[in-house]
């Protein structure tokens, strides 16, 4: 699975995404929705096989910092997803779509895999849900500050 093909995929779907929700489209809203989520939710199941495979080798465990940034902008794919199907969040959701693109690009294997012989089931599960737990903060935020920019522009 190439980098450049998740990236593309998250690149359409968050036009096709955000291209949905303006009014000059608006009869072909519906086609452009489901473009987007096929688009979206493919470049998700490609972008979450490449990631926890690079995190997870078959002997070892391998985590740096750009698979880690990676994996949240997993997370945040997975969450413009849901929320996209909120017709009033499509916005929103290309934008998630589009950072989570952004991220794809710092996957990579570091070379120095850990034996996971050394380490117990419970320390990886330790790392890997406090890995998840960062994702779902982060993400917090950034739809936070997504919703921030919003009120403020309608307010305008």
């Known amino acids: 699975m190439s980098q450049i093909t998740i990236l593309s995929l998250y690149l359409l ?4 995404f955000t291209t949905s929700r303006l009014p000059r489209f608006e009869s ?5 929705y489901i473009v987007a ?16 495979g690079l995190i997870l080798p078959r002997y070892g465990f391998d985590l740096t910092m750009g698979n880690a940034v990676a994996l949240i ?6 969450i413009g997803l849901i929320a996209a199907l909120e017709p009033t969040l499509r916005g ?6 589009l950072l989570a693109a952004l991220t794809v690009m710092l996957m990579g294997p570091s070379g120095d895999t850990v034996d996971s012989a050394s380490q117990s089931w419970q320390l990886r599960a330790h790392v ?3 890995l998840l737990s960062y994702g779902l903060l982060t993400d917090g935020a950034i739809v936070a500050l997504y919703a ?4 403020r522009r309608l307010q305008a």
């Open 128 to 130: 890997l849900i406090a």
């Open 37 to 52: 989520l096929l688009l979206g939710a493919t470049g998700a199941v490609m972008h979450g096989q490449a990631i926890f």
């Open 73 to 78: 902008g997993f997370e945040l794919a997975v």
């Open 92 to 97: 929103i959701s290309g934008g998630l779509i």
């Open 28 to 32: 072909r809203a519906r086609p452009l």
């Open 148 to 151: 921030l920019v919003q009120e």
């Open 13 to 16: 779907a968050a036009v096709a």
